[in-house]
């Protein structure tokens, strides 16, 4: 398993993609799959940074394990609990107009990776996302 350690800034945020990334090369992902794990990869990220530490500076840690073909990318964080998966889909049939704001992001997570599971573990959200070859 690889890990890092990043302070949750977004002048970071290309640094921790950059990691994930790697990671993803290895399992030889074509390029249409590390796209969506970039894509997915930077949302959560990106939620994380606007939103976990509304009143301190925090950090995220991430890492993944590469198996059987898949990757399995774990990011944490202590700040706010916030479970991304209990947001229920946006009505993507709406016009942008009529849609309510957020939402669209984990939608799109859950839609282009195989699996995301969220869990809150010692005072940590930790959202899991499985990308299979």
Known sequence: MEKI???AELDKLDLMIQFIFDGAKKVGF???ALNQIHLASEE???NIINYAYPDKPGD???SY???NGQI???ISDSGLPFD???KPDPDITLSLEERDIGGLGIFLT???MNEVIYRRENNKNILTMIKCK
Request: net charge negative.
């Open 5 to 7: 350690i990043y302070s």
């Open 30 to 32: 074509d390029d249409a």
């Open 44 to 46: 959560v990220l990106i």
């Open 60 to 62: 995220i840690e991430i």
């Open 65 to 67: 394990e590469i198996e």
């Open 72 to 74: 399995i990318i774990e």
């Open 84 to 86: 991304p998966l209990k």
């Open 110 to 112: 859950k839609k282009i």
